[in-house]
């Protein structure tokens, strides 16, 4: 056996044959039929022979090594995988030689042809696992008659063999350190099937213990509510305390995301408060980017939002009443038209949420209604009010979209009462604004103007004309929509008769 042995070592095919369960030690193997005894008397009896010690067989664990060392001295390139199942046997190998010779013959395969045959101990199974325990009852063996055990098709043979590895550990606690959540997933698993009682709490003591990402909290949870474990309902409660809602949470949702936009609205420091505009509203949205899981979008009332707005627009004019009636040179104008730039900011936040949740057509209203604060905007400079008639371009361009969805009368009302504050802002939103898309408000702003009656197209439209001759860029370009109103006006007339067999189609080409 030692011969063959040192010619499988030379031969390099030690793993390979592990690997497809073809190899098998002799002290694993059941042994051959006793020789028949010896006679009992003799005439001659011949003088006994000189005892010289057969050669030792290498073991499962020597081979291995053997032949890594072997292998690491021919070749410096290794798979990665082969590297970390060998290291896996070793580990496992040692521990379980520390018991000294196996009674049982445990075979561990996957369906991927990786097959380990292990001589392990039927007391320390049958001490540790209650499936075992139950299996090995009232099974014979003894000495050179190991109990055969085979346990074919294993999700993860490697992981099988780790766990009736922690069998021999007496301290399960500092063997799973190190682990990630994934395996200790798949150890889990197993310690389960085979009823390991110790390695099923080690292991969700161990997940209890260790930080998860995001995706590895959705395979926790998903393995932990599969368990078929009863017993061990408060332990997973106690692993899964850190994902699960309680039900007064749930009941005061409300408040606490109220106490959230609050908290937003009333930041200090710019930067902070940027990145957590930037990150509720995305969580408002529901924009996690998880197109594999199933969310709950938070809804967050709409009288809840509208009372906030109604708010931070009476700040508003608050602040441009102050500011209007501040004389020159007196008082710190500089440091209260920052107050206003703030709030104007706290308004278009909010309505890019209403936005969001294709709620804002109320707002379209209550923006067009605000003549006190268009009246008290015109009075300032316009270094200090830009950001207000920032709101009116995000209307414009979600009205555009179509996003936004409200009648021709609210759509007037409202450009009557901003489009001359926008038109005149136009030059400072553009320079100073780091957000600010030009082309996107002047498309948002054509778009909106020809869904008007031509009457209101053609006042606008020349208004914007004259503007746009004495201030240039610094008025916005909509002559896509002038050049449309121009042919709907004088080339492509729709007279508007109520003999309706003379209604035309509208080109495509009249589209924005």
Aim: with cysteine; charged share 25%.
């Amino acid at each position: 056996m030692a011969e063959a042995a040192e010619n499988l070592l030379k031969s390099g095919e030690v793993s390979a044959m592990i690997r497809q369960g073809f190899i098998s030690s002799p002290r694993l193997s059941p042994t051959s039929s006793p020789p028949p005894p010896a006679t009992a008397t003799a005439v001659h009896p011949s003088p006994p022979r000189p005892s010289v010690p057969s050669p030792k067989s290498p073991t499962l664990f020597e081979m291995i090594t053997h032949e890594d060392l072997a292998r690491r001295v021919s070749s410096r390139t290794h798979p990665s995988g082969d590297q970390k199942r060998l290291r896996l046997l070793e580990r496992i190998a040692a521990m379980i030689a520390k018991e000294g010779p196996g009674d049982v013959e445990l075979s561990v395969s996957s369906g991927d042809g990786f097959r380990v045959p292990m001589a392990v101990h039927r007391r320390v199974l049958a001490a540790r696992s209650r499936f075992f325990a139950e299996k090995l009852a009232g099974i014979g063996g003894g000495p050179g008659r190991p109990v055969m055990v085979e346990i074919c098709d294993c999700d993860d043979a490697e992981v099988y063999v780790e766990v009736v590895g922690l069998m021999y550990s007496t301290d399960l606690r500092r063997s799973l350190a190190g682990e990630d959540v994934e395996r200790v997933l798949g150890l889990l698993k197993v310690s389960v099937d085979i009823k390991f009682d110790d390695g099923i709490s080690a292991c969700l003591d161990h997940l209890e213990a260790i930080p998860w990402s995001e995706d590895e909290e959705e395979k926790v949870m998903s393995t932990l509510s599969k368990l078929p474990i009863r017993q061990l309902h408060e332990s997973i409660e106690r692993v899964l305390q850190r994902v699960s809602v309680e039900p007064s949470t749930s009941a005061n949702a409300d408040s606490i995301v109220v106490n959230v936009l609050h908290g937003v609205l009333q930041a200090k420091d710019k930067k902070s408060r940027r990145d957590m505009k930037a990150l509720i509203a995305r969580l408002l949205r529901g924009d996690l980017n998880r197109s594999d899981i199933c969310y709950k979008n938070l809804e967050v009332p709409r009288e809840t939002l509208y009372q906030l707005c109604h708010k931070h627009m009476d700040c508003l004019m608050l602040l441009l009443s102050e500011a209007a009636n501040i004389v020159e040179g007196q008082g710190d104008r500089a440091a209260l038209m920052g107050e206003v730039a703030r709030e104007a900011d706290n308004v278009q936040w909010l309505v890019d949420i209403l936005i969001d949740k294709r709620i804002a057509d109320e707002f379209v209203s209550l923006w067009a209604n605000q003549s006190g604060l268009a009246t008290c905007h015109s009075k300032i400079p316009c270094i200090y009010r830009f950001e207000i008639s920032m709101i009116t371009a995000q209307l414009c361009v979600a009205i555009g979209k179509g996003q936004i969805l409200v009648s021709k009368d609210a759509k007037v009302s409202l450009l009557r009462t901003w489009l001359e504050a926008l038109f005149e802002d136009f030059g400072w939103m553009k320079r100073t604004s780091s957000t600010f898309n030009k082309k996107m408000v002047e498309d948002g702003l054509s778009a909106t103007i020809l869904t008007l009656p031509m009457a209101e197209q053609q006042t606008i439209l020349l208004r914007w004309f004259d503007c746009f001759l004495n201030k240039g860029d610094d008025c916005p370009n909509i002559q896509r929509a002038f050049e449309i109103w121009w042919r709907r006006a004088f080339i492509r007339q729709y007279a508007g008769e109520h003999d309706h067999s003379h209604l035309q189609m509208v080109d495509s080409d009249n589209h924005i």
